[in-house]
């Protein structure tokens, strides 16, 4: 009868660690969508203030004017 309960207790774990297992892995996938959707944005900005930057040194300084009201 001890061994059947402790049976039990072992097999209820193993599924419960199954299913804490089961949720790791779908969170794992969302958050690495997650990272793949951030890093997409991170290049599209960086290609941005790459584009921009440029635009800003082929206008070069701005003259007095500029300054006046």
Known sequence: ????????RL???????QSMEEEYNRRHQ???KELEQ??????????KEEKYTKKIKEL???TSDAFES
């Open 30 to 32: 969302e958050e690495a």
């Open 11 to 17: 097999n209820d774990e193993v599924i419960w660690l």
């Open 38 to 47: 951030l890093l997409a944005k991170k290049s599209e900005f960086s290609a």
């Open 1 to 8: 009868m001890f061994n059947g309960y402790v049976l039990l």
């Open 60 to 62: 070069g300084p701005l």
